[in-house]
């Protein structure tokens, strides 16, 4: 007990108490994560104002993701030039404003921060969202005991169902990365326990691209298991445990089931066999990207404007029959998509660029390969879904693509 208080101690004394506050509330709840950029802010203009050239220096780097970044939120200024819904304008900026001020922070000030320490409270925060989403559902499944009642988007109660599905599969990926790593055999099922149940409750959330990063986070496990121990049985093994997963989500969640085999029947099929006035989620995305892709063609240098996307987007789903997505004014559902309409070309390369450079080597980097999973589950998730259009999203990735490149590990992963 008092190896756990000193440490407490410890880490209020040295902090950055932010960076975990962060960690904790990204999988939790979007509405605490704006206190929790304050609190990072504040924290270090008590603790240590004083700016570091030397990191100052280095920071300033086109191979510095979070430039690319703050030249992504630039050019949402520079599209208010050609802007007519000034009123949505004001609105998007203020709302994206962290895009800009978090790469601004971490060129300015390198944080010291214990990774293992961020790694367990970031998969903790994840766990208390699983109990507290779970308990919130259980309250109506008690009186209407189905299944229902605790799976899709009736289990997600504190953010939109994508995104917490996203950051679960953040941490279903931390806690793989410690089972592959693990020296003892305690830490080794202890990990992949926490694995299973966080890839039961992602399943479950019935997110389309929770099971695609899963998919894809599960099969990249194996082959490192597989490269780590030279058996044989773990590539099989898991093919067995996929094919397991899927038919349990048939047969125990068939509401689930059938979002899945409607989302295959859609893109199996032309659009011009969609419902128009009615459709399908996945049919709904297939339009909303028809007309996007109508949109970039038009304005492919400087876009519509910062204000004007969602009108113009409604406007050409009507102009191509699209009545259904038009009347529920859906985004893009990509955010290249998105950023491109709105802010043109450069706007979604900017996008792009601040991704791609986490990829590229710059120095000896014990945590390189933390890093990469974080930014390809990031990267993944953009493509079926528009994520930096509201907070639950925009902070998150601006936290981690500015963060990820420009703090100091106490010690190693």
């Known amino acids: 007990m008092s190896r756990i208080i000193n440490e407490i101690r410890k880490l209020f004394t040295e902090g950055p108490i932010g960076i975990y506050i962060m960690a904790f509330f ?6 605490m994560l704006g206190i929790a950029v304050a609190i990072i802010i504040v924290e270090q203009l008590i603790r240590s104002p004083k700016i570091n050239k030397t990191h100052l220096k280095s920071q300033l780097s086109w191979r510095n993701p979070g430039i690319w970044l703050l030249l992504f939120y630039l050019m949402h200024v520079v599209g208010l030039i050609n802007t007519e819904n000034m009123r949505f304008a004001n609105m998007d900026l203020g709302m994206k404003a962290t895009l800009g001020i978090l790469p601004v922070f971490f060129i300015l000030y390198k944080l010291k921060v214990n990774w293992n320490l961020f790694v367990k409270v970031f998969i903790f925060g994840a766990f208390v969202s699983i109990v507290a989403n779970f308990f919130m559902s259980l309250g109506v499944y008690l009186k209407s005991p189905h299944f229902y009642y605790i799976s899709g988007e009736r289990l997600s109660h504190l953010m939109h169902r ?11 990926f931390f806690l793989l990365k410690q089972m592959i790593t693990a020296q003892s055999k305690m830490s080794f099922w202890m990990n992949l326990l ?23 986070v599960t099969i990249w496990a194996a082959i490192s298991l597989f490269k780590r121990f030279k058996n044989k049985w773990i590539l099989p093994i898991t093919s067995v445990v996929l094919v397991v997963g ?18 295959i029947i859609a893109v199996s099929q032309p659009i011009e066999n969609y419902n128009m006035e009615v459709p399908e989620s996945t049919e709904a995305r297939v339009m909303v990207w028809d007309s996007s892709i109508d949109l970039i063609k038009e304005n492919f240098w400087f876009g ?13 789903n009507f102009e191509n029959g699209y009545s259904g997505v038009a009347e529920q004014k859906l985004n893009s559902h990509n955010q290249f998509f998105n950023s491109h309409i709105a802010i043109g070309v450069f706007g979604s ?40 259009e509201t907070q639950a999203g925009i902070i998150p990735y601006a936290f981690f693509i500015s963060f990820l490149t420009s703090f100091q590990p106490k010690q190693s992963a």
């Open 162 to 172: 994508g995104y917490w599905a996203v950051y679960m599969v953040v941490a279903y």
């Open 349 to 388: 390369l900017f996008l792009l660029l601040s991704l791609a450079m986490n990829y590229l080597k710059l120095k000896p980097d014990e945590l390189r390969s933390w890093r990469l999973g974080i930014i390809t589950i990031l990267f993944i998730a953009l493509l079926p879904e528009s994520m930096m």
């Open 304 to 316: 519509v404007g910062t204000g004007d996307i969602k009108d113009e987007l409604i406007k050409m």
């Open 194 to 216: 926490g694995a299973i149940v966080m890839a039961v409750f992602i399943e479950i959330s019935g997110s389309k691209v929770g099971f695609i990063i899963l998919f894809f």
């Open 26 to 31: 990204i999988p939790l709840n979007p509405r």
């Open 246 to 263: 899927i038919a349990a989500v048939v047969i125990l969640t068939p509401s689930i089931a059938k979002r899945l085999d409607s989302a």
